[in-house]
């Protein structure tokens, strides 16, 4: 890996010489990761005019599951607790004859700002933008392994809690147990708060679970994802509990089903991200469900759950191969329930077989 981090630091550096920055300090934690492999919490990685530091706010410390620094980098730790790494790298720019430092400042706070123009008065400071987050956004073959692997990871643990009695149980309980199976399975933890949406609840984007406890005739929406190795993915499905389901039932998920297929059968490398969600969004739209939709139909994974590319009506730019995303359209009835479906798949050309789904639990609407 230590070559995968030596050339992703010097696509950044060609970016920031080119925007006319001799260095860059990048300080996101995510950004951070991705340049320099697993590093402390708190630590920075600057990149220098006469080297690369990761300045740490204390020695690295053995994670087997989550990895340690590029070997490449050297490792500058604060001797002493409770300073700032940022402030310490722009330091450290001055002392190599630096005169020039890009830095994120959608990440830095002003407080820090004011601190780094404090210890290095002479340093030219520059916006850095998401140059590290665009660079992201198109993953190699070694990060959608580990996409690969966490999917398989939760399905695992959705498919194991199905196949437990759900009548009673409450929404928190069952997350929390879905939780600890994601752990048991080589996760390095949920890669976001699980939800689990019971009845009225259901098909809401980004339910809290409550006490309230599963019913029979319920739809049952579950969304989770596994970390693993840092990377995040995300499967989202919607059953129905104990009995035969109603006929409004299977006809709003079979609505949201077919807008998920056509979501997911738009990717392709060259498609408008905005025309992946206008695939998934007519359907709903045509079916009268035009009124409180969510604000996207999915959006790209990896060190974050979150992440560029967006799937929305306003969203600017093209897919390219290699982008992992999430198509999870969805239906909420206030106070009857509704349906989640949201898969991870990446992008792939049709002569590779087209896009890849990485999240394999069946979508058929089950009675559970």
Known sequence: MSEVYASRRTRLRERCNAAGSAAALVSRPANVRYLAG???????LLLGRLEDLLVCP?????????????DA?????LPHAGGDPAVAAADLLTAQGGDSLAIEEHHLTMVRHRELRSVAP?????????????LRVVKDEEEISCLRIGAEIADQA???????????RTERHLALELERRLVDHGADGPAFTTSVATGPNSGRRGHRPTDRRVEEGDFLSVCLGAAYRGYRCEIGRTFVIGTS????????????????????????PGVACRDVDRAARQILDSAGYAEGLPALTGHGVGLEIEEDPQLSPAAMGKLDACVPVTVEPGVHLPGRGGVRIDDTLVVRPEADGGPELLTITTKEL???
């Not at 002479?122 to 850095?128: E, G, K, N, Y």
């Open 58 to 70: 204390g020695p690295p410390e053995d994670r087997p599951g989550e990895g340690r620094p590029d």
């Open 38 to 44: 697993a590093a402390p919490q708190g630590a920075v």
């Open 158 to 168: 959705l498919g194991e809690l199905l196949e437990s009695i759900l009548v009673g």
């Open 122 to 134: 002479r340093l030219r400071l520059a916006d850095l933008g998401c140059a590290v987050e665009q």
């Open 73 to 77: 980098l050297r490792v500058h730790c």
């Open 366 to 368: 089950l009675a559970l």
């Open 245 to 268: 389901p109603a006929d409004w039932q299977i006809a709003l998920y079979d609505l949201v089903f077919a807008a998920q297929r056509a979501g997911r059968e738009s990717l392709a």
